[in-house]
C-alpha cells in the first residue's frame, strides 16, 4: 500500500489508537512499524484472527499474565562479552518466559474456540530451563538467594556468624 492510500486512511492515527491498548513496548513498537498489506488472502486471514482476539478480549476471561517487560535492551546488553544482568533484569527475563508459556498453554487448552491465535502462539519461544534457573537464583522481590551458589551460601553464613 502507498504512503499517499495510508494517509488518506489515517492509518498513522489508528495505528496510534491501537497501540495505546498494548500490554508491552515490544508489542507497541512493533504494531507502529506495520505496514498493511494489500493481499486479500492475508488481509481475510488477519481480519479473523483479529476476530478472535476481541472474542477472547470479550470473554471476561482474563489473560494469564498482567506484566510483559521490554527484555530488548536486556538481550542488547548480553551480545556484550563478559557482561551480566543484575537480578532486577533477571526477574524481567523471567516473567516474560513465564508469561509466554502462560499464554501458550492458554490458548492451546482453547484452540478450538480460538484457532488462529493458538497457531499463533504456537511460536511462542518456550525455554523452562533458564525459567528455572533464575528461579533458582533469584525470588520473587529480585533478591539474589543464599542457595545461588554453594560460595555465597558459604559467605552469607559466615558473615551472620559474626554478627
Known amino acids: 500500500m502507498n504512503t499517499v492510500s495510508l494517509k488518506k486512511l489515517e492509518f498513522d492515527k489508528v495505528a496510534h ?9 515490544m508489542g507497541r513498537d512493533r504494531l507502529l512499524a ?3 498489506g494489500v493481499e486479500r488472502t492475508v488481509l481475510v486471514e488477519e481480519l479473523e484472527r483479529v476476530l478472535e482476539l ?20 536486556l538481550l542488547k546488553k548480553l551480545e556484550v562479552l563478559e557482561s551480566f ?52 537464583i533469584i525470588d520473587e522481590q529480585s533478591r539474589v538467594m543464599d542457595t545461588a551458589s554453594d560460595a555465597l551460601l558459604m559467605i552469607r553464613r559466615e558473615l551472620s556468624g559474626s554478627r
Open 34 to 36: 506495520v505496514v498493511p
Open 17 to 25: 489508537y491501537a497501540a495505546q491498548f498494548c500490554l508491552s513496548g
Open 54 to 73: 476481541r472474542n477472547l478480549l470479550q470473554s471476561a476471561v482474563p489473560l494469564p499474565f498482567s506484566y510483559l517487560p521490554d527484555t530488548r535492551l
Open 85 to 136: 544482568l543484575e537480578p532486577e533484569e533477571l526477574q524481567d527475563i523471567y516473567h516474560l518466559l513465564f508469561s509466554s508459556v502462560q499464554l501458550r498453554k492458554y490458548m492451546f487448552l482453547s484452540r478450538e474456540v480460538y484457532p488462529l491465535l493458538n497457531d499463533f502462539t504456537i511460536k511462542l519461544w518456550i525455554e523452562k530451563t533458564l525459567q528455572t534457573a533464575i528461579r533458582r
